[in-house]
């Protein structure tokens, strides 16, 4: 009928429990409703006509430019719900770490290829951006956009939402909003997909978004190599206790034998050919005519000599008889029956939005330069520097030859998979030269070097070919290059040696690169760059990363444990005006900043300002730009909206310089090199002593076992133990230093440690200065370009200043400091000890004073 809805296969069914319709989400009252016999789509008899959603069996076949999903860990999703076969997750499932697809572990190879597309690969040039919906998993409140009535559920999987604008819509009103996307209340901090570009041919989803895969699971989008015991799992058919009906394992094709994949159906003993053939096609979501197919009986003998036997006899009418005779084997292959011609649907790849292709029927003499020669007048071209190729399973591209013969090719891979036949897709592609440009990011090399001792190193530890492969930027400070490729295979060659090289006993690490064409970034758009170190505070850095990328791009979401800052400050080199976001603790913070400051003169914008999420045990600095106390669990859009939101403040920035005048440890006989001097950059405060000391105690606890420090109030608690087994420990720690400021000796009280701050804030929000005016001295700024010293005399000296009753001991306030250490002290900036031998300290202003985005004052 003209009105049947999109591939679905309804039939009236008793409900048994309450029961809500997926296309309005209402109740269904009554007894009755209509469910789809394939992915059990739910309907009302009234909604039947108007339902646009697509069955699961036809969805991947009206994907115009099919984008793989990008699967990470299994876990448990509580009250989401498979978008392939519609039920709850109860058990293990997936959820791609791009866009909100969420499905069971057994129906992850009927996912439809329909993930966010975030870049241009060099096929399609887009500037326009259509709504990209997903269905289902609204939270309950959700308000529909068009009717503004609540279009979520918790029930079922039904009302629709866009991905890159977020707006919501019901199933019945979707249709009607306007099809362009302008990204929403995010566009001017989203990357817009066609401003970048990544050659991504041979690179993995998760390669190519930068996910780690020490956490994500064995899926790939191009390995859909499933362990047959999920396959077998028999979620959707409750094995029958029923002696009327019998179970069946189904393989589709030779692949899945290959495999041992398979699926179960139920059936009556009684059943005609082809009911079971219409039973094994939708448990493999197929809704191609089941004439067309056959069953083929699958023998021990038959996997081991590959050669699988035709069931059905030349004698026998195959409609008419059952498919069991005496002794019925449980397992079956499912077959196309050959054919003499067909019609293919072409697509021509130049066309940019639509879903243009031209049917073309083809019989055992086509080969592909006849169908070329047929299809080009059809689509109003005539030039024949064209080639067809074709993508298999939506996912790898074959160029096809001149000569091959389509129906054999066809026949070929119906053999291998019925499935992947289905979703093969022929492409006509203009037969230019195209170019290949893999970005490579290589991280960990010896620092200094000039480009060719660089290229020298990468000639002997990975062989690279350097017709293929150029050094196309050197961060000689940190001891990295950016590599471009020539080569789909070379640069997937390189990425993975490299993982597996060390350089001076250090190893490198490779990054995949997208390439950011500021030509394209709107007007007002300034790109918000995103940094998460999972590994602060308490480990909520994971949710935060699949958040960031599911809201923005994510190319502009880089993690910090995956090459440290300078893969996205590279990235966003030519970037004319971008934001930053640092979500970590001080430390986390102070090293985005250290990066930024070293390679600020290589970037366009050169002084983005940097807003704060804290994640960390203290988050001092967070406190003074409002960002809070630290994160726990805020909604992650309202962050974002708040960072678009924030006023710009300028900061004091430090430089320390820690010159060691003693050898290093293990000299032999004393004659040693003393330690080069050491250049770090402070933003809060740096401490001597006892302060350090702690810090160091709790920095030794952490590396030892990191998996406890998984909380904010845990890790304070341990803060709180160390202190305490320090009370009775006396330091004089004014005889073991002298301190000069601005040219001044200063006489140091009777002290266990000396704090230089930068900010009104020191040890979780305590105040050190103190608040009572002081005629010696000017009130602190953070931009008045001095620093506060504050001495301590102890462990419960600083417990009192934290919790209010005291502060800290005012000894002075200047801008340029020196410092004698005169025997080993333990020293921390920014929240990072380590023991610091004797010699000289000096602490000076540092370059340019940076931008920090400061949340909007809310009283």
């Not at 289902?136 to 529909?144: E, M, Q, Y």
């Not at 102070?590 to 914008?605: M, Q």
């Not at 060691?660 to 032999?668: D, K, M, R, V």
Request: glycine residues 8%.
């Amino acid at each position: 009928a003209g009105s049947s809805p999109p591939g679905h296969g309804f039939r009236r069914v008793t409900l048994t429990k309450p029961t809500f319709c997926h296309y309005c989400s209402d109740f269904i009252w009554g007894l009755a409703g209509y469910q789809c016999e394939v992915c059990n789509f739910m309907s009302h008899e009234k909604c039947l006509k108007n339902v646009k959603i697509p069955c699961s069996c036809i969805a991947p076949s009206l994907v115009r430019v099919p984008v793989a999903h990008c699967f990470g860990p299994p876990g448990h999703y509580k009250r989401k719900f498979c978008t392939v076969c519609r039920k709850s997750l109860e058990s293990l499932a997936f959820r791609c770490e791009v866009c909100e697809l969420h499905v069971h572990t057994d129906c992850i190879l009927f996912a439809c290829s329909d993930c966010r597309q975030c870049h241009q690969d060099g096929h399609q040039e887009h500037d326009t951006y259509h709504h990209h919906w997903r269905e289902g998993n609204l939270s309950s409140s959700a308000r529909c956009e068009v009717c503004k009535k609540n279009c979520g559920s918790s029930e079922v999987l039904s009302g629709m939402r866009c991905e890159w604008c977020g707006i919501l819509a019901h199933a019945a009103c979707y249709v009607i909003v306007t099809p362009e996307c302008t990204f929403g209340r995010l566009r001017n901090m989203i990357l817009p997909p066609n401003c970048v570009q990544l050659f991504s041919r041979n690179f993995s989803k998760l390669h190519c978004f930068r996910i780690s895969e020490n956490f994500v699971s064995v899926f790939t989008d191009e390995d859909d190599d499933v362990d047959g015991s999920t396959q077998g799992s028999a979620k959707d058919v409750q094995i029958s206790t029923d002696s009327s009906k019998q179970t069946l394992k189904i393989f589709d094709g030779n692949d899945a034998v290959k495999r041992n994949q398979f699926r179960l159906i139920s059936v009556p003993r009684i059943a005609k050919n082809e009911e079971v053939v219409e039973a094994a096609l939708r448990a493999y979501y197929i809704n191609d005519d089941q004439q067309e197919y056959e069953l083929q009986t699958f023998t021990q003998q038959a996997l081991l000599s590959d050669d699988v036997i035709n069931r059905n006899d030349a004698a026998e009418d195959s409609n008419l008889g059952s498919v069991f005779r005496e002794s019925v084997p449980e397992a079956w292959i499912i077959r196309a029956k050959p054919k003499d011609e067909e019609v293919i649907r072409i697509y021509a790849a130049w066309l940019k939005v639509g879903m243009a292709y031209v049917s073309l029927r083809v019989n055992k003499d086509s080969t592909t330069q006849t169908v070329i020669k047929e299809v080009l007048p059809l689509l109003g071209r005539q030039c024949f520097q064209i080639r067809l190729m074709f993508l298999l399973s939506l996912v790898q591209r074959m160029v096809l030859d001149n000569q091959e013969l389509i129906l054999n090719r066809l026949k070929d891979i119906r053999k291998t998979s019925i499935r992947q036949m289905n979703q093969t897709r022929f492409y006509i592609v203009e037969n230019s030269k195209s170019i290949v440009r893999v970005n490579l990011f290589v991280g960990g090399l010896p620092p200094q070097l000039s480009p060719e001792e660089y290229t020298n190193i990468l000639k002997d530890e990975l062989a690279i070919k350097t017709n293929v492969v150029s050094v196309s930027h050197v961060y000689q400070a940190q001891g990295a290059v950016v590599l471009e490729i020539s080569c789909f295979s070379e640069a997937e060659r390189i990425y993975m040696l490299v993982k597996d090289t060390t350089v001076n006993d250090k190893p490198l690490n490779a990054v995949v690169i997208p390439e950011v064409r500021a030509s394209k970034i709107p007007q007002n758009c300034c790109p918000l760059l995103v940094f998460v170190n999972p590994k602060s505070g308490g480990l909520k850095g994971r949710d935060l990363l699949y958040s960031f990328r599911k809201l923005l791009n994510p190319h502009q979401v880089f993690e910090l444990t995956n090459g440290g800052p300078l893969p996205g400050f590279h990235t966003f080199s030519k970037v004319p005006s971008f934001r930053v976001l640092v979500c970590g603790g001080d430390g986390t913070v102070g090293w985005v900043l250290g990066a930024l400051e070293e390679i600020r003169h290589k970037l366009v914008c050169s002084e983005p300002s940097v807003a704060i999420l804290p994640l960390g045990t203290g988050n001092d600095l967070g406190r003074v730009l409002r960002w809070g106390a630290g994160y726990s669990g805020e909604d992650p859009y309202s962050i974002l909206v708040s960072v678009d939101e924030a006023d710009d403040v300028l900061m004091d920035r430090w430089t320390i310089l820690l010159d060691a005048e003693e050898p290093a440890e293990g000299a032999e006989n004393g004659v040693a090199e003393p330690e080069p001097p050491k250049i770090v950059q402070m933003n809060n405060y740096c401490g001597l002593g006892i302060d350090a000391e702690l810090s160091l105690d709790f920095h030794h606890a952490r590396e030892e076992e990191p998996g406890k420090f998984n909380s904010r109030f845990h890790n304070k608690g341990v803060y709180v133990k160390v202190g305490l087994q320090k009370i009775s420990h006396t330091r004089n720690l004014h005889k073991d230093i002298k301190l000069q400021v601005d040219q001044h000796e200063v006489e140091l009280p009777s002290i266990e440690g000396l704090i230089f701050i930068n900010i009104p804030s020191w040890g979780s929000g305590a105040d050190l200065w103190g608040s009572e005016s002081d005629n010696r001295f000017e009130k602190p700024r953070i931009d008045d370009g001095l620093l506060e010293v504050v001495g301590v005399t102890g462990v419960v000296h600083m417990g009192q200043v934290q919790g209010g009753f005291r502060s800290g001991i005012r000894i002075a306030q200047g801008s340029y400091f020196r410092v004698t250490l005169l025997k080993p002290i333990p020293v921390q900036v920014d929240g990072e000890p380590w023991i610091q031998a004797p010699g000289q300290i000096i602490i000076s202003a540092a370059g340019p004073k940076v931008l920090r985005a400061a949340k909007e004052k809310t009283e």
